[in-house]
């Protein structure tokens, strides 16, 4: 699928940021500058833009590749140039981008908006999520021999998340770890690793968070809401198939809502959603 003759796609800089943060704004999203540098500047990730004759960012998509598994985000055409097929070339440029990089399977979250264009390239709605927000004042027990700290080995980390995501994003992992202002809590039993998550400043909010048991990802909610104390809730998002985290948090009374808008291409890939408590961000998976 080609662009209209008045546009022109590039790969986006640095530079784009603004512009791009902006076409995010007209759509209600927040800018999230820290995950759209990401998708601009990690290795194995790249951000397109639709640019007008006079230069002006007209639309975007990214994608990151993390081995097998990639992921397709920040799909946005400014509402004038909607329904000229500027959607289905940046898709198309961004899956082409994926598969040369590796990816079999492609995955994102999809606004409703957005589903027709995915479906027409081949997407097909996965098991939905499931999203639960765990109030401040819930009882999360915890297991004595897990401990919790504020740091780990970068290869550790990323052997111990790449089989549970199904894919390997230890550059992002690297990322989270050199951000001094938000800490990445690891949880270990008897010094391995059994689970980690990262606080965003964006939000409050938690995410990765992967934990081997229920308890685990309780313990690291329960270390998460100690970091930050102005935060009334925090929110979980799980696969489907998570079983055991859902009957965990319907035991915490914690109401779940589910939601359909996963979709996938390809064929599904080793991984370990019964580990999976949040995602990091739509865009980066
Ligand atoms: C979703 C979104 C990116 C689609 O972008 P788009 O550029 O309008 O997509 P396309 O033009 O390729 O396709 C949209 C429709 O226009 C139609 N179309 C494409 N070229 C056309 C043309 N020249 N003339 C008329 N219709 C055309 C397509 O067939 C498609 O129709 P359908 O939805 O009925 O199947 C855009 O609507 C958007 O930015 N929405 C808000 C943000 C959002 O929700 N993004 C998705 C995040 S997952």
Partial sequence: MSLPADLALRVAGPDDLPAIAMLRAAVGWPAHEWALRAAIQAPHARCWVAIDANAAVAAVGSGIAYGR????????????????????????????????????????????????????????L?????????????????????????????????????????GDRRPLMEMMLSDPDRPMLVARRHGAIVGYTWLRADGPRVGPLMADTPVVAGQLLA??????????????????????????????????????????????IPRRDDTIYANLVGALG
């Fill in 69 to 124: 598994l990639g992921f397709v985000g920040n799909m946005i055409v400014g509402e004038e140039h909607r329904r000229r097929g500027v959607g289905a070339a940046i898709l198309d440029t961004v899956a082409k981008f994926l598969e040369n990089a590796g990816c079999q399977r492609l995955e994102l979250f999809a606004t409703d908006d957005g589903r027709p264009l995915y479906a027409r390239h081949g997407f097909e």
């Fill in 126 to 166: 996965t098991e939905p999520s499931v999203t639960a927000r765990v109030p401040r004042s819930t009882t999360l027990h915890e297991e004595p021999r897990v401990t919790l700290e504020e740091d780990a080995d970068i290869g550790e980390l990323a052997a111990y998340d790449a089989p549970r995501f199904g």
């Fill in 223 to 268: 270390g998460a809401f100690r970091r930050v104390p102005d935060a009334d809730e925090l929110s979980l998002n799980l696969p489907a198939p998570n079983g055991a985290g859902a009957r965990w948090l319907r035991g915490l009374d914690i109401e779940l809502e589910e939601w359909e808008g996963r979709m996938a291409r390809g064929p599904q």
